[in-house]
């Protein structure tokens, strides 16, 4: 059971026209902002942004990186 729903009406403008999207889970927002994402940074530069913001949901897989004497 979904514990939320998204009712959105996102529009971009890119150079060759644009794209309308209405995403109503997490889900298919998250395939929209990737796709963007994608378009704006490239294949390589958008991986290592989403890498960057999913380091800041591994709050313990950064804890244990920190030797005990820096803690």
Do not use: C, K
């Not at 998250?30 to 940074?41: F, P, R, S, T």
């Amino acid at each position: 059971m979904r514990s939320l729903s998204i009712d959105a009406d996102i529009q971009v403008h890119l150079p060759a026209g644009h794209r309308s999207y209405a995403p109503g889970t997490a889900e298919e927002l998250m395939l929209i902002a990737v796709d963007l994402l994608v378009h704006e940074l490239g294949n390589e530069g958008s991986r290592s942004f989403i890498e960057q913001v999913l380091e800041r949901y591994a709050p313990q897989a950064a804890a244990m990186a920190i030797e005990p004497a820096a803690r």
